[in-house]
């Protein structure tokens, strides 16, 4: 399946937006903003003789003081600001120990939660498992390609089909291409091409829709044609430029998409390569397009597994 183009950017966040507010709830569920002269009381005066702990506090990701880390460096996506909530103030009653005790398991609360927090942001969540619908992409496609609906016009087998495959984490692929012989050709009178690609990373259904429902924008001469019953959705692209002239080509492809898999199968004749003969004139239209959708639902249930 040909890659589309890219979708676009997600737009970027309005540089006035507000920013969120803070993620502990202290004095109230919307906080003052960082800075705010009301996130905090004012410090506790000095007790000359003592030292106090709590004078000038620590905020996570606001500026320093001198010896103090300073604020995150810039870039995080919550309206400019680190995305670490700001530790509470101590609780009232003095700087004794069990005052320290509970500042800290504060502290520790805070600081598990933005880094599970960050590690989820960061890592993401488990992705979708690829819906193959029992499909396989065998090393030679074309031991599993019927094309039986076309051996009446072409009766001559091809010899020797081209083949290959591609197996990787992300894409299984495999290829078939034959040519179709009447009787008595010694060159090929038409061509017959399958190909189905397992995508086991990523769903392909919005890009193969965007791309075969709207065949006919990027190339106004072919139509389109949705069908039925084959597969989760598929459509017929077709051109004929042979009527009423002696050259000219006939195609044909029926695109099929099932879950995570796609299948085409794709046929092509061109009038030039014919003789006078009308013998080797090329079938219908029409009658390609039922080959190709009786001759595809064949080779989808020979490729189940």
Known sequence: ???PPKPPQEPEQPSGAPAPPSAYPYPNPQSPGPGSAASYPPPAAPVPGQQNFYAT???IGQPGQPGQPGQPAAGYPYGGQGPYPQVPPPP???GGGAGRAVLWVAVGAVVASAAWAAGVFLIGGKGAEADLRGYTAPANLCSSTDYSSFET???DNDGSPTHNALKDP???ESYCSVNLKKTGSSYADAYLSTQVDLHRKSDPGPEFTAMWKNYEERYPDYDVETVEDIGEEAYL???DTTSGSTSGSLYATLA???G???YTMSYSAYLSSYDDDDDKDPPSLDDVKDWLKTDSKATLDQLKD
């Open 92 to 94: 009232s009653g003095g």
């Open 260 to 262: 995570w898999t796609t």
């Open 1 to 3: 399946m040909s890659t």
């Open 57 to 59: 506090p620590t905020l």
């Open 153 to 155: 016009e072409y009766p």
């Open 170 to 172: 992300a894409l299984d």
């Open 256 to 258: 099929v998409r099932d």
């Open 237 to 239: 692209v077709s051109e």
